[in-house]
């Protein structure tokens, strides 16, 4: 009995170590898949993490570097082109995302009329611009305007606005803003009634709002501070695609500075004598932007006219 137990217990063993033997190996493969398994999905966050960095890396290239700055280039020579306009600025910047500027940005019409800003700085959307719409706002630094009778300076002018389609003609468009500018001069001037010319003014601020409907350019509220008078204005202009030809249907009112009143006392009498409302004087405004007229019967009575020359005679010399 003693022998076959013992030969019973012998093989018991050796069955239970081939178990374990057995429940090793089956560890071990087990362990060899989980290992596997994880490193596949390492390699497969690697393959991720590569993409994104490729699609994040394209988005950057196509937002900040895509050399949108002579494209924009190449449309103002186009459009200068068809329109006989010249456009162009000395630097560019149009990001895809960000505010736009142009930096020594000049204008010239045919007309020989020239706008120039040393910086002009826009808050407007690309799409927005693919859409033939203008919403945002713009920032003009150093504006100066030179025409044929008419030249200033503006130190800063703000501008938001709202207009679309700005790819039709102008009478086509709708839209609102406002135009806020301070300090500037008026450089040259043609002969107002009244004032004469106002060239040396100083303009100290102004602000104008309007909206743009159906071809016309309603100014809601518009006020300027000059060195001469505090201006008023509001009124109708109804627009061409000729700008020239606009025509004016305005009010403005005004109250001279008392500097300027005593240095002017001959206007003193002459400016009672006009519409007064609210002790302001208020004269309409008719005509178009490019020979616009003060709208009063009495207005050349009451400026007065120069003397007109004595007109003489000279006798023929008799034929012999």
């Known amino acids: 009995m003693p022998k076959e137990e013992e030969l019973e217990e012998d093989f018991l063993t050796e069955e239970d170590n081939e178990i374990q033997e057995s429940l090793l190996e089956d560890d071990d493969d087990l362990f060899d898949e989980d290992g596997d398994e994880e490193h596949s999905k390492v390699n497969r966050k690697q393959v991720l993490t590569l993409v994104g960095i490729a699609f994040v890396s394209f988005l950057v290239f196509t937002l900040f570097i895509f050399p949108l700055n002579e494209i924009v280039r190449s449309i103002l020579i186009k459009t200068g082109k068809e329109t006989g306009i010249f456009l162009d600025a000395k630097e560019i910047h149009f990001p895809v995302?960000?505010?736009?500027?142009?930096?020594?940005?000049?204008?010239?019409?045919p007309?020989?009329?020239?706008?120039?800003?040393?910086?002009?700085s826009l808050?407007?959307?690309?799409?927005?611009?693919?859409?033939?719409?203008?919403?945002?706002?713009?920032?003009?630094?150093?504006?100066?305007?030179?025409?044929?009778?008419?030249?200033?300076?503006?130190?800063?002018?703000d501008i938001p606005l709202r207009l679309s389609p700005i790819d039709d003609k102008i009478t086509k468009w709708n839209g609102e803003g406002e135009i806020e500018l301070s300090g500037g001069k008026i450089k040259e001037s043609a002969e107002?009634?009244?004032?004469?010319?106002?060239?040396?003014?100083?303009?100290?601020?102004?602000?104008?709002?309007?909206?743009?409907?159906?071809?016309k350019l309603l100014l809601e509220r518009g006020s300027l501070e000059s060195s001469l008078a505090k201006f008023q204005f509001q009124g109708v202009i109804r627009l061409s695609d000729t700008l020239s030809y606009s025509q004016l249907d305005l009010k403005v009112c005004f109250t001279l500075t008392e500097k300027f009143a005593q240095e002017r006392q001959d206007l003193v009498g002459m400016v009672a004598l006009l519409p007064q409302e609210g002790g302001k004087t208020c004269i309409p405004i008719r005509g178009t932007f490019s020979s616009p007229k003060v709208d009063l019967p009495n207005l050349?009575?009451?400026?007065?006219s120069a003397p007109k020359a004595e007109e003489t005679?000279?006798?023929p010399a008799p034929v012999p």
Not at 113 to 120: G, L, N, P, R
Not at 129 to 144: C, M, P, R, V
Not at 192 to 215: C, E, H, Q, W
């Open 313 to 315: 005679s000279i006798e």
């Open 123 to 157: 808050g407007v959307s690309l799409l927005g611009l693919l859409q033939s719409k203008l919403e945002g706002d713009a920032n003009i630094g150093y504006f100066s305007f030179e025409g044929s009778e008419w030249a200033m300076s503006i130190q800063t002018l």
């Open 300 to 304: 050349n009575q009451l400026g007065g």
């Open 97 to 109: 995302i960000g505010r736009k500027s142009f930096d020594s940005f000049i204008a010239s019409f």
């Open 111 to 120: 007309s020989g009329t020239s706008v120039k800003a040393e910086e002009i």
């Open 192 to 215: 107002i009634p009244f004032l004469g010319s106002l060239k040396g003014t100083d303009i100290r601020k102004a602000n104008i709002v309007f909206k743009i409907r159906s071809g």
